[in-house]
């Protein structure tokens, strides 16, 4: 097992038009932006792949809880997104001498919408990593 403990940052753009799409790529739009800031408790099982013990394949769960959400041009003051999200991620590690790589994808369980449950929000994100072994 591998336990983590992570601030992240991540953001979403959403709109009540689909025609914003076109026109934010192209004209400007009015789609609003919202970021949101986790700390995330992953729980990760790492397995050797085959014999090296230097690259691994790591699967587990992770919980988020939201310490803040920021939305552009909220008309509310109330939050619309709930207050923590249950992901799971996969990946691979690569544990080099003394620079560690990494890649993996964290797909959401929970349904973010804190406003209603006609449309579920769920996150998806790709985290990048590099570190040092001292």
Same mark, same amino acid.
């Given at each position: ?5 992570? =601030? ?6 959403? *709109? /009540? ?8 790529? =192209?004209? @400007? @739009?009015?789609? +609003?932006?919202?970021?949101?800031? !986790?700390?995330?408790?992953? &729980?990760?099982?790492?397995? /050797?792949?085959?014999? *090296?013990?230097?690259? +691994? ?6 919980? @988020?809880?939201?310490? +803040?959400?920021?939305?552009?041009? &909220?008309?509310? /003051? $109330?939050?619309?997104?709930?207050? $923590? ?12 001498? =003394? ?7 964290? !797909? @959401?369980?929970?349904? &973010?919408? $804190?406003?209603?449950?006609? %449309?579920?929000?769920?996150? %998806?994100?790709?985290?990048? !990593?590099?570190?040092?072994? !001292?």
């Amino acid at each position: 097992m591998h336990p983590e403990v992570n =601030f992240v940052q991540s953001s979403s753009e959403f *709109s /009540n038009d689909a025609n914003d799409i076109y026109y934010d790529l =192209f004209l @400007g @739009g009015s789609k +609003k932006k919202s970021k949101l800031y !986790f700390l995330e408790v992953p &729980l990760l099982l790492n397995i /050797n792949v085959e014999q *090296s013990k230097r690259v +691994k394949l790591q699967i587990g769960p992770a919980y @988020g809880g939201l310490l +803040k959400q920021t939305v552009d041009s &909220l008309k509310s /003051n $109330g939050n619309i997104y709930k207050n $923590g999200e249950w992901a799971a991620i996969g990946g691979l590690w690569i544990q080099l001498p =003394f620079v560690n790589l990494g890649a993996r994808y964290k !797909f @959401g369980l929970t349904n &973010l919408n $804190g406003i209603d449950s006609r %449309q579920p929000w769920k996150s %998806q994100s790709i985290q990048v !990593f590099v570190g040092i072994t !001292f």
